[in-house]
């Protein structure tokens, strides 16, 4: 079946610091990628939708300057938290879709910003 | 708009109990429903889905109907094992598929087994 390969799985980083999260696809190609967070003990909130070679759909209340989003191929789509604080520590999770396999979650990055 | 509710947790079994885990949604038109399974510090897996009314998704001895006129897609198994404790997401999605259509998700339900 399709996986969604999601690195790193766990990252700590300082305050200020700018973290990459990279999901690849993996025996197919996600034309669509859904970016979301998850705090503990709550449900997963999304955060936003990309389609490859273009820009990022953002949820309301969600800052695009500091959750940067690209998706330049198919088979790859970052997202970049900038100048991360405390509050950004979460659990961020993507997810590929395409019409064969379905939506196809990565294994999630827990973030923790000290 | 487009919801999910579940029941809340934490819900604890003994081993080989019978489950139920209550879902309802609000959705304009035939929307697709899931169910999601996250197991401590890893991503979701998809348990079972259904795309249409009256479709019964079924894995791993874990079953939900769909159900258009309660609205519901309730998730049941016959005899939990300890191995399925885990965190349980009801979800939605209007078009599946769709780069237009994303995956609404309900609060989860924490479902701890004892042996």
């Known amino acids: 079946g399709a996986v969604v390969s999601q690195h790193p799985s766990w990252v700590i980083c300082k305050s200020g610091t700018s973290v990459k999260i990279e999901c690849r696809s993996l025996?197919?190609?996600?034309?669509?990628m859904f970016w979301y967070r998850q705090f503990p003990k709550q449900s997963l909130m999304l955060m936003a939708t990309?389609?490859?070679?273009?820009?990022?759909?953002?949820e309301q209340g969600v800052e695009k300057d500091k959750f940067l989003i690209n998706h330049a191929s198919l088979t790859l789509s970052t997202l970049t938290v900038t100048s991360a604080h405390p509050e950004d520590s979460s659990f961020y999770i993507c997810?590929?879709?395409?019409?064969?396999?379905?939506?196809?979650f990565g294994s999630g990055t827990r973030l923790t910003v000290v | 708009g487009n919801s999910v509710t579940q029941m809340e947790g934490p819900v604890t079994l003994s081993e080989e109990a019978f489950l139920t885990i209550n879902c309802t949604y609000t959705?304009?038109?035939?929307?697709?429903l899931f169910w999601y399974v996250q197991y401590p510090g890893e991503g979701l897996q998809l348990l079972l889905k259904?795309?249409?009314?009256?479709d019964k998704g079924s894995n791993k001895g874990f079953e939900a109907t769909y159900r258009k006129e309660t609205t519901s897609f309730h998730l049941e198994k016959g005899s939990v094992q300890v191995s399925d404790s885990a965190v349980y997401f009801c979800?939605?999605?209007?078009?599946?598929?769709?780069?237009?259509?994303?995956?609404?998700f309900g609060s989860g339900t924490r479902l701890s087994i004892r042996p």
């Open positions: 997810s590929g879709t395409d019409r064969v396999y379905g939506y196809t």
């Open positions: 025996d197919f190609q996600a034309t669509t």
């Open positions: 990309s389609n490859e070679g273009s820009k990022a759909t953002y």
């Open positions: 959705a304009t038109g035939y929307p697709s």
């Open positions: 259904a795309t249409k009314a009256d």
């Open positions: 979800a939605l999605t209007s078009v599946l598929y769709s780069s237009a259509s994303k995956i609404i």
